[in-house]
């Protein structure tokens, strides 16, 4: 009974993260942010596939491609030492929900006008609005081992999807760029969170 109350709680947060992230997506929606390339970074590589994160890739109301892609270059030498190919494929994977339409149709748009460039992949990322510090350590626990079950995210899922892409063999090699709006400190957790679960699951599994 006890559990079944813990995840009924925690539901009950997720869907207040929605009204809490449609609150913020609105207040910061009129003044969005254009592209940082220092903000970009190198989280993880294969052979063939390469995986980074950012912030959002518009300026203005234009699809930065050429600056992200001269970040992705800069940033892959610089923080790693790894040299891009000079041809790819780009998967733009983005976290924002449907509050933020207006940037995400940019996305939209450029990839439906340049699709041998790469694929537009939208990924709704909510979050959490309470700590999970709140909750006592035997229910973290439960919670954190059924993320699946009750959470509107599901991390889990992301990761092993996000894993799949960047072991996948395509014709080209793919790179992978993740990205919320990167306006509030909410919406750029987003980001930084999916990425760490993602290197904790490349952890267990020994990769």
Known sequence: LHRKQTFQQEMACSETSLIWVAFTSYLVGLQAENFH????????WTPRNYLFRGNMPINGSQFAYDELVSALRSAALRQKN?????????????YLNPFEFEDE????NFFKRNSSLGTF????IVGDVFDPD???????KKLSSHLSD???DDLPGRMDSLRQLLYANYSLPNVIYT???GMAITLQRRVSETCKRLLQLLRQTGV
């Not at 149709?105 to 939209?108: L, N, V």
């Not at 709140?134 to 973290?140: A, H, K, L, N, V």
């Open 121 to 124: 992949v939208n990924w709704i």
């Open 134 to 140: 709140w909750f006592p350590e035997d229910d973290r």
């Open 150 to 152: 009750w959470q509107i």
């Open 179 to 181: 990205h919320c709006e």
């Open 82 to 94: 790894v040299s891009l190919p000079e041809t790819f494929n780009l998967t733009d994977i983005s």
């Open 37 to 44: 390339p220092e903000r970009t970074r190198l989280i993880d």
């Open 105 to 108: 149709e940019i996305e939209i």
